[in-house]
């Protein structure tokens, strides 16, 4: 757990002192160390939360610069480190591959350094697919060169679940996808890469395995499509809902509504890419993105949250709790006992952290409870979406949104259990006691 948190941490590191390099930064000087520090730390964490416009103040070593933390933040620095130990002929040992089950959430130890190769084709064959679909339309937006150089960084962050962009030299700064809120074309490959991206390797593998056959599938995959399905749809039909009449979807017709509904239901959890203004938000709006942030995409996957697994746990526990069910079921299977405990612990993390620091921002920044609390659920998520207040925030605000994306990239629970002392699990148990709840 300490080697995972570390690994990070070291790769924030250098990627703040290659983006303080005058070099990485245009015009004379070079950008404040605090910043290139939050720079490094969304880009690693495939957050998208930025304090400048990635085009219009950094450079093109810059832009490298994040997409290569970019890159190697969305498939986990423990994979490219394996993946290294791989390409030069060394033999992974036990405690290697050990930690690269721990770091992307493998239910098993065996196979995992072919699946470390599966991962790793994998994403460079999807983010390529990605690019050339997206060079379709923008080589002819913008030219050859800058057509594929941004077919190449979007398709990237896409898939990594970043919302890293480079669009503030086409439609202003931090403008996002905004000026293709009617392309459906570029609209439904974004999303198409954010979904492949977030719903976790272990379902690609698991899907190409069963020849895309639902009946066949594990249970994880089960329960990580359906609930990402019905998240998505779901999510939509509420966005059109409480934005079409005076929210952010005001004046545009309903093809329009309709795809920025869908994008915005996509892109919520995690992605960090908007294509409507949120500061137009109705505030039943606001909350509601907050709740889809807050789940995320799925386990062993690109995205971060608290993951729709979770989600689906915490929910049909209440439901086996009425129907005086011992056990948790789903799809015909039994779930192991504990796992209602593990999704309640995740939960509360989540929520302590977000709120906590949301009222700290909100006291020493003097802003809307709301607004903080969109800002932090954005950051642990590793969302990047935002109402507009990063920019302007301090120095401890911005430390402690960097601790946030810190914990949402390497999981909340993965960092307490960092710190937490090496103590023996206690089997003896004591006598017991009925307490009554609720």
């Not at 703040?16 to 930064?25: E, N």
């Not at 612990?345 to 620091?357: K, R």
């Not at 642990?380 to 911005?398: D, F, H, Q, R, Y």
């Amino acid at each position: 757990m300490k080697l995972i948190l570390g690994g990070y941490c070291l790769l924030i590191i250098l990627g703040t002192l290659l983006l303080a390099l005058p070099v990485a930064t245009k015009g004379a000087g070079s950008t404040p160390l605090s910043d290139c520090f939050f720079t490094a730390t969304s880009a690693t964490c495939v957050t998208g939360l930025v304090r400048y416009d990635t085009f219009q103040h950094w450079t093109l070593f810059g832009q490298l610069v994040i997409l290569g933390l970019i890159q190697v933040g969305g498939i986990g620095f423990v994979t490219v480190a394996i993946l290294i130990l791989m390409l030069s002929g060394k033999k992974i040992s036990l405690s290697q591959r050990a930690l690269m089950q721990n770091s992307i959430s493998a239910p098993q130890l065996g196979g995992i350094v072919s699946m470390t190769r599966y991962i790793a084709v994998g994403t460079l064959v999807v983010e390529a697919v990605g690019a050339i679909l997206l060079s379709v339309d923008f080589i002819p937006r913008f030219g050859p060169a800058k057509g594929i150089y941004y077919s190449i960084f979007h398709s990237i962050s896409a898939f990594c679940n970043a919302g890293f962009d480079l669009m503030g030299g086409i439609t202003g700064e931090c403008s996002s996808l905004t000026g293709m809120v009617d392309n459906w074309y570029v609209n439904i490959v974004i999303m198409a890469l954010i979904v492949v991206g977030g719903i976790g390797f272990f379902v690609w593998k698991d899907l190409q395995n069963k020849k895309f056959r639902f009946r066949k599938l594990r249970l994880q995959s089960k329960l990580v499509l359906s609930v990402s399905g019905f998240l998505i749809v779901f999510g939509a039909v509420i966005f059109l809902i409480l934005e079409s009449a005076d929210g952010m979807f005001q004046g545009m017709s309903w093809d329009e509504k309709i795809l920025a509904s869908l994008f915005q239901s996509v892109t919520t959890r995690t992605a960090g890419f908007n294509t409507t203004d949120y500061t137009k938000m109705t505030e039943s709006g606001v909350f509601f993105m907050i709740c889809l942030m807050l789940v995320g995409g799925s386990t062993g996957s690109t995205a971060g949250g608290m993951k729709t697994t979770t989600l689906y746990v915490l929910l049909f526990s209440v439901f086996a709790t009425f129907g005086k069910r011992k056990n948790m079921e789903a799809f015909g299977r039994r779930m192991e006992e504990g796992i209602t405990r593990t999704a309640s612990c995740i939960f509360v993390i989540y929520l302590f952290l977000t709120t906590s620091v949301a009222m700290i921002i909100s006291a020493i920044e003097q802003l809307p409870f709301l607004t903080c609390l969109f800002e932090t659920v954005s950051a642990a998520a590793t969302v990047g979406l935002t109402l507009g207040i990063t920019p302007s925030v301090g120095m401890v605000s911005k430390l402690l949104l960097a601790f946030l994306m810190i914990c949402g990239r390497v999981g909340s629970v993965t960092v307490l259990m960092a710190f937490a002392s090496d103590k023996k699990a206690v089997v003896s148990r004591l006598p017991e006691e009925k307490v009554q709840v609720g």
